[in-house]
């Protein structure tokens, strides 16, 4: 799989993050990606999903699916 170019990328945070870095990042900006990343660590490596992969994980979290 080639490596895919996050130049472009207009990363953000949730709102509801504090300020202890214990954060992820999200780029929704970038034509048929989304990207997320450890916000720690920025030059870190990104997950890359489709947007109906990230609807679909965002959906189960939103009805409680990864709840431990």
């Known amino acids: 799989m ?3 170019d996050l130049r ?3 990363w953000r945070k949730s709102s509801a993050s504090g300020d202890n870095g214990q954060c ?3 780029a929704t900006n970038l034509p ?3 990207a997320v ?3 720690k660590n920025p030059q870190g ?5 489709t947007p109906a992969e990230w609807q ?6 939103n009805q409680g699916e990864f709840n431990i």
């Not at 490596?45 to 999903?49: D, E, K, R, T």
């Not at 679909?56 to 979290?61: D, E, K």
Request: proline share 8%.
């Open 8 to 10: 472009g990328a207009e």
């Open 32 to 34: 048929g990606i989304i």
């Open 56 to 61: 679909a994980f965002l959906h189960g979290a």
């Open 24 to 26: 992820v990042e999200v």
């Open 2 to 4: 080639d490596p895919v």
């Open 45 to 49: 490596p990104a997950l890359i999903f």
């Open 37 to 39: 990343r450890d916000s």
